[in-house]
Nanobody, 131 residues
């Protein structure tokens, strides 16, 4: 059974860093585009980053560009989201999602990540940024 599990969330002070992980089981991530989304209380789920199946293409929402870095280790069947210089507005539940058909265009293209385009989701990990 295809499963994604996020980890690495927690409570951090503004300016701090976290590395979120998205581990897959039941399938091989090699052929899947991965997207990271977040959802803050009372707000809609928003896409923050994506990475192509090979890792050659990545893209980011403007709100996180320069602070978030997405990467993948297909040998470990895991995708990561490094988050630096955390801000209170980054407080949210972070989800990873996988889809074999979604195309993550590189950073030269406008970032647009649509949740309904992704077929498999993890349960989320909470990130809270507070002093």
């Amino acid at each position: 059974q295809l499963q994604l599990v996020e980890s690495g969330g927690g409570l951090v002070q503004p300016g701090g860093s976290l590395r979120l992980s998205c581990a897959a089981s039941g399938f091989t991530l090699d052929y899947y585009t991965i997207g990271w989304f977040r959802q803050a209380p009372g707000k809609e789920r928003e896409g923050v980053s994506c990475i192509s199946s090979s890792g050659a293409s990545t893209n980011y929402a403007d709100s996180v560009k320069g602070r978030f870095t997405i990467s993948r280790d297909n040998a470990k069947n895991t995708v990561y989201l490094q988050i630096n210089n955390l801000k209170p507005d980054d407080t949210a539940v972070y989800y990873c999602a996988a889809d074999p058909s979604y195309y993550c265009a590189g950073s030269l293209y406008k970032f647009l990540l649509v949740a309904s385009d992704f077929g498999s989701w993890g349960q989320g990990t909470q990130v809270t940024v507070s002093s």
